[in-house]
């Protein structure tokens, strides 16, 4: 079966000029109570549930009492119970995000991340020049967005000012006005800090990049090792009859076609980079060796069958009559266009 054909719908293998879709895809990584997404404008909201994949045009909303986290990499983004948050631009260069009302707790580590990260809101626009953590709400009173700055440096427009706000300071923007008083922290920023503190304690950094999607999870449910052929392994807790690519489901989001969303609280990095290898009869995760930003991928299978199959897959074409896990060097044909170089990077390394 390794060796048989691999199908995969529209099979563009690799075109020079296409353009590719962004590598870098986010995730729903928690939720706590009614949390929906929403594909775009006009689309309408389903629930949103943990490894779903996030990119742009998604509206992420929250009810009253509800929480919810957003993992990019090593940014992280919250937000608190009746809040809407567009993700309006989300590539490789671009985080630009836009708070309709409520409250979004950000916190950004990367450098790398800061000249395309911006956030607006009906009154203002934040962009950061240095890496930190802030709270922006919107709504909150009338007419008035708030920024608090817990660390980092921000820079807030609103009101035709243009300030800059340093830790320990908060920004007001309300209606002309643009006011500074000093940064209030409440229980939604003590529960975000917490999650920070959690997800920078992991082990899982020494294998894997921190732009990894999803790697703050790995820790809490499974065991690294190294091996002499693969380099470092993954393997989950879970029963040794337990096979990768089989508790979850099938989505379609664009540009990438079906995409394969796990049940597991820990399936998302380890079913969109790298590979899996069988150790002594139980299956492992096999990352390879990534560049600082790994090249994300809508799910790293193998098809075996016919196109033309529709079981659980509406009206969508399909790619084939079932799946495999790839294996380290086994090739990833992709049924979305690549340039070369974007497959070249998604390649067992």
């Known amino acids: 079966m390794k060796t048989a054909a691999l199908l995969a719908l529209a099979v563009t293998s690799t075109f020079a000029l296409a353009d590719d879709p962004p590598s870098q895809v986010g995730r729903i990584a928690l939720t706590q109570g009614q949390v929906s997404i929403s594909a775009g404008q006009g689309e309408g909201a389903s629930t949103a549930l943990v490894n779903w994949p996030v990119t742009s045009s998604n509206t992420v909303t929250t009810a009253q009492g509800a929480r919810t986290e957003l993992r990019i990499g090593s940014s992280a983004i919250r937000l608190d119970g009746d809040s809407s948050l567009d993700v309006i631009q989300l590539d490789d260069d671009n985080l630009r995000?836009?708070?309709?009302?409520?409250?979004?707790n950000i916190r950004i580590v990367n450098p790398e991340v800061l000249a395309g990260f911006e956030l607006s809101t009906p009154q203002g626009r934040v962009t950061l020049q240095e890496a930190g953590r802030l709270r922006v709400d919107a709504?909150?009173?009338?007419?008035?967005?708030?920024?608090?700055?817990?660390?980092?440096?921000?820079?807030?427009?609103?009101?035709?000012?243009?300030?800059?706000?340093?830790?320990?300071?908060?920004?007001?923007?309300?209606?002309?006005?643009?006011?500074?008083?000093?940064?209030?922290?409440?229980?939604?920023?003590?529960?975000?800090?917490e999650r920070d503190r959690q997800a920078d304690a992991?082990?899982?950094?020494?294998?894997?990049?921190?732009?990894?999607?999803?790697?703050?999870?790995?820790?809490?449910?499974?065991?690294?090792?190294?091996?002499?052929?693969?380099?470092?392994?993954?393997?989950?807790?879970?029963?040794?009859?337990?096979?990768?690519?089989?508790?979850?489901?099938?989505?379609?989001?664009?540009?990438?076609?079906?995409?394969?969303?796990?049940?597991?609280?820990?399936?998302?990095?380890?079913?969109?980079?790298?590979?899996?290898?069988?150790?002594?009869?139980?299956?492992?995760?096999?990352?390879?060796?990534?560049?600082?930003?790994?090249?994300?991928?809508?799910?790293?299978?193998?098809?075996?069958?016919?196109?033309?199959?529709?079981?659980?897959?509406?009206?969508?074409?399909?790619?084939?009559?079932?799946?495999y896990p790839l294996a380290p060097h086994e090739r990833f044909v992709p049924g979305y266009r690549l340039s070369d170089d974007h497959l070249r990077r998604l390649a067992w390394q």
Not at 97 to 104: D, F, K, P, R
Not at 166 to 174: K, P, Q, S, V
Not at 275 to 289: D, E, L, S
């Open 202 to 323: 992991v082990l899982a950094t020494r294998y894997i990049p921190r732009e990894m999607t999803g790697y703050e999870d790995l820790d809490r449910y499974g065991s690294w090792s190294n091996d002499n052929e693969y380099g470092a392994l993954w393997m989950p807790s879970v029963s040794s009859t337990w096979v990768p690519y089989r508790d979850g489901r099938w989505t379609w989001i664009a540009p990438w076609g079906w995409t394969w969303v796990d049940n597991a609280p820990w399936g998302y990095a380890p079913f969109h980079y790298g590979r899996w290898v069988q150790v002594n009869r139980r299956w492992a995760w096999a990352p390879g060796h990534h560049e600082r930003r790994p090249v994300w991928a809508p799910a790293l299978v193998g098809w075996v069958g016919g196109a033309g199959w529709n079981l659980n897959f509406n009206s969508r074409p399909s790619a084939g009559q079932g799946w």
């Open 97 to 104: 995000l836009h708070l309709h009302y409520g409250s979004v």
């Open 139 to 193: 709504g909150l009173r009338a007419d008035t967005s708030s920024v608090n700055v817990f660390d980092g440096v921000a820079i807030v427009e609103g009101g035709g000012e243009r300030l800059t706000i340093r830790a320990g300071r908060r920004a007001d923007i309300a209606g002309p006005d643009l006011r500074t008083a000093p940064a209030l922290a409440d229980a939604f920023d003590d529960w975000a800090r």
